[in-house]
């Protein structure tokens, strides 16, 4: 953890202390909707990268591999459905379809949900949390 500007050490450090009471799947999950959510607000490409990085210095610290923890990142960060904002096509079809904010919510959160249970049960079982 050396090699990381201190900010993301205070950051993975700040976060280990309330996920390493949790069960690994959860603090899995916790790592896969923080990414969800950011990449709601931000763009995707910029959240994957600040967050591969703290998922990975979270899982480490918690003494878990942090592969699965890489690829939460990796689907939360591509799965931006519920707003217009978050990936370049939600925008440009934001306008040009009609689409109003509430029809990203209403039909986009609950392909986030479906997304983010899918990833955080399979990555699991695909990538092992133990090392």
């Known amino acids: 953890m050396t090699s990381q500007?201190?900010?993301f050490s205070l950051i993975v450090g700040a976060l280990a202390v309330p996920l390493g009471s949790l069960p690994p799947i959860l603090a899995l999950?916790?790592?896969y909707f923080v990414t969800s959510i950011l990449t709601e607000i931000v763009t995707n490409n910029a959240v994957a990268v600040i967050m591969t990085a703290i998922a990975v210095g979270v899982a480490?610290?918690?003494?878990l591999d942090p592969r699965a923890?890489?690829?939460?990142?990796m689907f939360g960060a591509s799965a931006s459905f519920a707003t217009p904002i978050g990936y370049q096509t939600n925008t440009m079809v934001y306008s040009a379809g009609g689409y109003r904010f509430a029809d990203f919510l209403r039909l986009g959160l609950p392909m986030n949900l479906l997304s983010g249970v899918i990833t955080v049960l399979l990555a699991p079982l695909i990538?092992?949390?133990t090392p």
């Open 127 to 129: 990538w092992p949390l």
């Open 29 to 31: 999950a916790v790592v």
């Open 69 to 73: 923890f890489v690829v939460a990142v």
């Open 60 to 63: 480490t610290q918690l003494g």
């Open 5 to 7: 500007p201190l900010s």
